[in-house]
């Protein structure tokens, strides 16, 4: 297994992965100095949850294409170069498929990571009043994390499984879509659109006044149900994925 790994990490150099997360990130910074181009003691006073609330939005938009694109990038050498036969003989198809769940898992905790450090890196930039609200951090990055690697698993069986491409970005693509137009529907229909769990496991709310035409922030405890969801989906993901490499014809 740890061969395996140490192999993935030296494709990582021809897979153009730091061009990557840095055109995410990139992205992810403007779209919050955009948020802020106007601040004002009000927004200074709310800005952490101000964050909170949009940066899942955001995620629940570009995490699916980008999960889609870094399991497409994982598994198209091998489909390309046709290597996949080769590396079944040298390396357990388990530890095979372990290694590139690990590898972008890992990616993806750095996304995660790089979330926090931008809300702590806006809030001392733009003098936040408000207190640093050190629980509702910790679960923004242990859900977005969780969601992630439950979709980025997902995007892995599909990028393993079809040997053209196009198939899992289009998923990924619409899943963008789906899962954002999935919060203005009911609650329920929600909760069955994994890409919606971004917002769903959210504990920072909006509420909207229309007769003072004031916004507030509610805080809410983080939902059990949805993520006991999460955790489910990622046992099952796992156990699917293993099990339908295994029986791949390579």
């Not at 009000?42 to 800005?47: C, D, T, V």
């Not at 899943?175 to 659109?193: I, P, R």
Request: with cysteine.
């Amino acid at each position: 297994m740890i061969a395996a790994f140490h192999t993935e990490l030296k494709k990582m150099r021809r897979r153009h992965f730091p061009l990557l997360m840095l055109c995410l990130y990139g992205f992810l910074f403007l779209w919050c100095a955009m948020d802020f181009r106007h601040v004002d003691d009000a927004a200074r006073a709310s800005g952490y949850f101000s964050m909170l609330y949009s940066l899942p939005t955001i995620n629940t938009v570009v995490f699916p294409l980008f999960l889609a694109v870094l399991a497409s990038r994982i598994w198209d050498t091998e489909h390309k170069g046709n290597t996949l036969k080769l590396l079944c003989t040298l390396e357990k198809r388990g530890n095979i498929f372990f290694a590139k769940s690990l590898i972008g898992t890992l990616l993806f905790a750095v996304t995660a990571c790089f979330e926090c450090l931008l809300i702590l890196f806006f809030g001392k930039k733009l003098a936040f009043t408000q207190p640093l609200p050190v629980t509702h951090l910790v679960c923004f990055f242990v859900t977005t994390f969780l969601t992630g690697t439950c979709i980025y698993l997902f995007q892995e069986i599909l990028s393993f499984f079809f040997d053209n491409q196009i198939i899992p970005l289009a998923i990924g693509l619409i899943g963008s879509f789906f899962g954002l137009f999935s919060l203005f529907f009911s609650e329920t229909f929600a909760q069955f659109v994994i890409w919606s769990y971004f917002c769903q496991l959210a504990t920072v709310h909006i509420n909207w006044d229309p007769a003072a035409r004031t916004v507030s922030y509610l805080e809410s405890p983080l939902s059990t149900g949805h993520l006991l969801v999460i955790l489910i989906l990622l046992v099952l993901a796992c156990i699917i994925g293993t099990a339908l490499f295994e029986r791949k014809d390579v």
